[in-house]
C-alpha cells in the first residue's frame, strides 16, 4: 500500500502551528527524507520554522491565503506546482473554529459563520480542484496523496461548534467521495481524523483549562497519526476519533466503493 514514506516532497497547508506544524516536521523526520513545504498566512512564523531546521535543506516555505480570490488561489498553486514539479502529496490542515448559539439567533454572525464554511471547507474543494491536473498527471509514474485533514466532530457534532462540525462532516464525506474517484488515478485521498488535541486555538477561546482533562497532547497525536500514515492506512483517525470512526463509519468508504462502481 502506498504511503507517506513514497512521497518526495510534500506541501502541508495550515502549518505555522498545531497539527499542521507538527506533522510537517514530523514528516520532515521520515527516514525517507522528503522536501516539505510549510505554508500558511503569517510568513514571519514560516520563516522562523525553516531558520530553525535550516541544516535539512529540505524545508521550504510558502506564504498562501486560502481565502483569497478564486482566480488568485488558482495562479498561487500553480506557481507552487511550477516551483515544486515533484510535489507529490499536499496536506490540508488549516482551518478556524467558532461557537454560534441558535437558541439566540440574533447573535449569530453570518461572516463569521460564512468565513468558517469558507476555510474549512470551500477553499479547500478550490485547493483540491486546481492541485488535481499535477497530481493526476504525476500519478502516471507513481502514486501522489491528498491529505485533508477533518475531525473526530466529522462523525458526530459537538453542538457548540455546529457549522465547525458541519464544515468538518462535509470534508469527510467528500474525502471518501474523492478516494474512490481518484484511486484508479493513482491519486491516494488519506483522510486525516484527529480527537480533541492541544492546540493554541483554545488558549485564544479560554477553553485550555477545560478541555486539558480530555485532549491528546500534541505529541502523542502526532506519533498515533504518524504511525498510521507510515502503514498507509486507507483513513487515519487517533486517540477516541478511533473507536468513534469504528462505531459509526465502519465499512463506510467500502459501501461507497461498490456504489460508485454501479454508476
Request: proline share 5%; net charge neutral.
Amino acid at each position: 500500500m502506498p504511503s507517506i514514506s513514497d512521497c518526495k516532497c510534500v506541501l502541508v497547508i495550515g502549518s505555522t502551528s498545531g497539527i499542521g506544524r507538527a506533522l510537517a516536521l514530523a514528516i520532515l523526520d521520515l527516514p525517507s527524507q522528503p522536501t516539505v513545504i510549510v505554508c500558511g498566512r503569517r510568513k514571519e512564523r514560516l520563516e522562523e520554522l525553516v531558520a530553525a531546521h535550516h541544516a535539512t535543506g529540505r524545508l521550504k516555505s510558502v506564504t498562501l491565503d486560502v481565502l483569497s480570490e478564486r482566480d488568485a488561489l488558482k495562479s498561487s498553486i500553480e506557481e507552487i506546482v511550477n516551483t515544486y514539479p515533484d510535489l507529490d502529496a499536499v496536506l490540508f490542515s488549516s482551518g478556524i473554529q467558532l461557537g454560534f448559539d441558535f437558541t439566540r439567533p440574533e447573535t449569530i454572525d453570518l461572516h463569521s459563520l460564512e468565513s468558517e464554511l469558507a476555510t474549512n471547507y470551500t477553499s479547500i474543494v478550490r485547493m483540491i480542484t486546481f492541485f488535481l491536473p499535477h497530481l493526476i498527471k504525476l500519478g502516471q509514474g507513481r502514486p501522489t496523496f491528498l491529505y485533508p485533514v477533518s475531525s473526530g466532530l466529522s462523525i458526530y457534532p459537538a453542538a457548540g461548534v455546529p457549522d465547525y462540525c458541519a464544515t468538518k462532516a462535509a470534508l469527510h464525506s467528500l474525502s471518501i467521495s474523492l478516494a474512490v474517484q481518484l484511486k484508479r488515478k493513482n491519486v491516494h485521498v488519506v483522510e486525516i481524523i484527529p480527537p480533541l488535541v492541544e492546540s493554541e486555538l483554545h488558549g485564544f477561546q479560554g477553553t485550555t483549562q477545560g478541555l486539558a482533562r480530555f485532549w491528546l497532547t500534541l505529541e502523542e497525536y502526532t506519533k498515533e497519526t504518524m504511525e498510521g500514515l507510515v502503514r498507509g492506512d486507507p483513513y487515519v483517525p487517533a486517540g477516541t476519533a478511533v473507536e468513534r470512526y469504528k462505531k459509526f463509519e465502519g465499512g463506510k468508504l467500502e459501501a461507497a466503493a461498490k456504489l460508485y462502481g454501479r454508476s
